[in-house]
């Protein structure tokens, strides 16, 4: 983990409010499902951000990011060639070593990014692929999926294209080795209990108000058989045998 002033390359809209960043990175092992801080203010006040790892390459880093309020506002304003402080990679990311087979990713909203470089790294391990993305209306990230998956389906709940509906109405956990998820906690507690009724092994990638992302403040706080662990150190990805919801 290292902390490094970076360079914006690009910093692009590529759906209403959802921007795809990509910066220069140090020569750091980066597994998928990490995070890093990220600020491109000077504003003391005002903490990094935690963002998930998009896409990793040999000498960049892509973040994908929706705008929520001040702090990613104020990174969507930040041209190519601005000075971005990075801290990372960060967390505990996807067990893509430990699963083979049929491996089914599913991602809700702005939960997808993390899957991508996910699924990558699984392709490459020559597993089969099947990847659920769902969307409230605009869709994102699609090519960079369909790139890589064996298998892609898409719900939108107010949108034209693919299933109308929740992406959970298409997942059958039974027909796979593994499950990896990341989205909204309602999405991801019935991705959950639909595996573990199938006794199907899960993966999930937690979201919490994160203020330092190393562990300090212990203010991301998660709830597991083992008791109250750190999102932003033990996780934020969890096995399903441990998480309590
Ligand atoms: C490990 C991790 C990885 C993440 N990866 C991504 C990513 O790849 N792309 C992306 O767009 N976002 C990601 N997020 C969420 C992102 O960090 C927040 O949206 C961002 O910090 C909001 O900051 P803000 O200043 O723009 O908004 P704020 O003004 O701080 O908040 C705006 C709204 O968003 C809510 N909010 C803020 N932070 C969170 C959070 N962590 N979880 C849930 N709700 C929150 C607030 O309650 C408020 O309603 C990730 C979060 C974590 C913890
Ligand atoms: S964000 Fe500070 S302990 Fe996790």
Redesign the pocket.
Known sequence: MEYYQSEIIFNQEIAPD??LMEVTRNKEEIEPGQ?FMLKTWRDEL?LM??????NVLPKQVQ?????????????SNAKPGDAIQLLGP??TGFPYKEVHGEIALLGGG??I??LFETAKKLKALNNKLTVYLGFKKELFAIDDFAGVADHLFIASEEGEEGYRGFITDLLRPEKFDAVFTCGPEVMMEKVWRMCKEKQVPVWL??????AC?IGACLG?NCDTIHGTVR??KE??VFSGDVLVF
């Open positions: 959802i921007f995070f005002t951000r935690p963002i998930s790892v998009y973040f994908m990011y929706r705008v929520a309020g001040k702090g990613t506002e104020l990174l960060l967390g702005i939960g990014p993390p990638s937690m979201e919490r108000r994160m992302g991301c999102a932003c996780g934020p």
